[in-house]
């Protein structure tokens, strides 16, 4: 038996994303107050950890695609390991939110379409430690090229790499 991607369920609160809301803007503001020189723990539920934990589980079990989802809300992962001065980083790709009544694309066209793309190429290198960082994108920054196998996903943006790993949003 093969595992093709990471599925990972929350409960609603966990994931309160509005359609409009830019879930890389909520990553770094959550990821500044985290890691920021006041650092306190919170029981409150975090898109920055809910995020990492699917990363980790990618990372650690050497997967390329993804999931987050509260049923409601789903977010679809993509994770790349780029070569940066002979160093392995790691770059993540998040989806739009798509939404349980959405109608284009349904949440189980896109569930299927995720499926068929792991099915053909779920590999991704093992990384060692998977941080997470966040940077922002310069306007010298050249794009990514997409690849013809998942050209139909829609990445709603993109960061390159400037730390160990990367978080980014096509």
């Not at 990363?55 to 809300?73: E, F, I, R």
């Not at 099915?119 to 994108?137: I, R, W």
């Amino acid at each position: 038996m093969v595992l093709l991607m990471v599925w990972e369920c929350k409960t609603k609160w966990v994931l309160k994303v509005l359609p409009d809301e830019d879930i890389m803007a909520l990553y770094k503001q959550e990821k500044e107050i985290k890691e920021g020189p006041y650092v306190c723990s919170s029981n409150n539920a975090s898109i920055f950890d809910s995020i990492n934990q699917v990363y980790g589980y990618m990372c650690a079990n050497s997967l390329k695609y993804g999931v987050l989802s509260t049923y409601d809300q789903t977010l679809f992962l993509k994770r790349e390991v780029v070569k940066v001065e002979g160093e392995d980083h790691g770059r993540l790709y998040i989806s739009n939110t798509i939404m349980s009544a959405s109608t284009s694309p349904t949440l189980l066209k896109s569930v299927a379409y995720i499926i068929d793309l792991a099915s053909n190429d779920h590999y991704s290198p093992f990384l060692k430690k998977p941080t997470m960082t966040a940077d922002d994108t310069n306007e010298d920054d050249e794009p990514i090229p997409e690849k013809k196998d998942d050209s139909e996903f829609k990445y709603k943006g993109y960061l390159l790499p400037k730390g160990p790993n990367v978080i980014t949003q096509n």
